[in-house]
DNA sequence: AAAGTGGTTATCATATATGATAACAAAGGC
DNA sequence: GCCTTTGTTATCATATATGATAACCACTTT
């Protein structure tokens, strides 16, 4: 697994979790205090995210940070 | 947990990870292609790291990334 | 005392994440 | 048709992570 991969597995893992809440982007961006465009960047893993932009993220979606990157085995 | 505390636990980790394996931050700063002094400045958690640096990390630790920012609960 | 080891801290340049805005596309409802 | 919603993408300025070097401290060894 390249970084590359990691970001996009990070991504998709937000996506089906922010799903499975039934929520937009625009929320669970509004959540985190920040613009849906970033939440897309980040699920469409064009960025690298640092942690506190992945804590926030946990927060938001009342998960702990370890379980939003828990992506190279489970997905 | 703020941000602050968040990063200073993470970095907490990884030290107790790398001292049992009884390498130094020499040597796993080595492992993760980078310096010494950048691996003392996350470990003291004096930084907010990228996804990507904490993936060469757990590289190097031979973990999952999900295990290295596993500090809210465990510890 | 001098040299080596392990870690910390400051500083710098460079790369890039973030925050924000705007334009756009696709799908659905009116 | 038009409007709204949802998501994507490009772009920009700004903040900051990274990568590197060097100086320093504490400790140990010779």
Same mark, same amino acid.
């Given at each position: 697994?390249?970084? =590359?991969?990691?970001?996009?597995?990070?991504? @998709?893992?937000?996506?089906?979790? &922010?799903?499975?809440? +039934?929520? #937009?982007?625009? =929320?669970?961006?509004?959540?985190?205090?920040? @613009?849906?465009?970033?939440?897309? &960047?980040?699920?469409? +893993?064009? #960025?690298?995210?640092?942690?506190?932009?992945?804590?926030?993220?946990?927060?938001?979606?009342?998960?702990?940070?370890?379980?939003?990157?828990?992506?190279?085995?489970?997905?």
């Amino acid at each position: 697994m390249n970084i =590359d991969q990691l970001q996009i597995k990070i991504g @998709e893992r937000i996506r089906i979790l &922010r799903e499975s809440r +039934g929520i #937009t982007q625009q =929320d669970l961006a509004a959540a985190c205090n920040f @613009e849906k465009a970033n939440m897309s &960047r980040i699920e469409t +893993g064009r #960025t690298n995210p640092t942690v506190s932009t992945l804590y926030k993220i946990s927060q938001a979606l009342e998960i702990t940070i370890d379980e939003l990157v828990d992506v190279e085995v489970a997905n």
